[in-house]
């Protein structure tokens, strides 16, 4: 592809990611605010720009195989680990910004499970069988990513057990 094309689509790619995020909490926001409508407007609208990003992402090559895809997924969230959190959080501390010291705590502890599940299922998919995992339990706290029932408190943040969503 033409390098002016792809930087544009890689833009565009991240800008419609972005906007399917936001119009989700948005939607959760209109929806404890009782504004049911309009949290259905933002989950519409909030699919439409993932249809964008899917067809941006298409277009640039970035959906492979499956393994290839894993290989992507562990290379982003080794960088993760390694590099960009622990200095994001790093830079949150140094500058007594709670909040972000917060978040990027919990998104580094969770992305050191994402790496090691990837590699784990690569392993799988490498031998033509399909990932084993059980019921994975996802802290809506903190993103804290478990196999089978969910805690009673989450080791993370400390959410209780009701906070985890099964998938
Ligand atoms: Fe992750
Ligand atoms: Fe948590």
Redesign the pocket.
């Known amino acids: 592809m033409k390098e002016m094309t792809q930087k544009a689509l890689n833009e565009a790619f991240a800008g419609e990611s972005m906007a399917h995020m936001r119009y989700q909490h948005f939607a959760d926001k209109a929806e404890a605010e009782g504004l049911g409508d309009m949290a259905r407007m933002f989950r519409a609208i909030s699919f439409a720009e993932r249809v964008h990003a899917g067809n941006h992402l298409d277009v640039l090559g970035g959906i492979k195989s499956t393994s290839d895809n894993i290989q992507t997924c562990i290379d982003g969230?080794t960088f993760?680990i390694v590099e960009m959190y622990p200095v994001y959080n790093a830079t949150a501390k140094l500058q007594d910004e709670d909040g972000a010291v917060r978040s990027t705590h919990y998104?580094l502890e969770?992305?050191k499970i994402?790496a090691d599940w990837y590699i784990k299922a690569r392993e799988a998919v490498e031998k033509g069988q399909d990932v084993a995992v059980g019921t994975i339990q996802i802290c809506s706290v903190c993103g804290h990513t478990r196999e089978g029932d969910a805690p009673d408190k989450c080791p993370i943040c400390g959410a209780s057990k009701d906070k985890f969503r099964q998938f």
């Open positions: 969230e993760e998104a969770a992305e994402h």
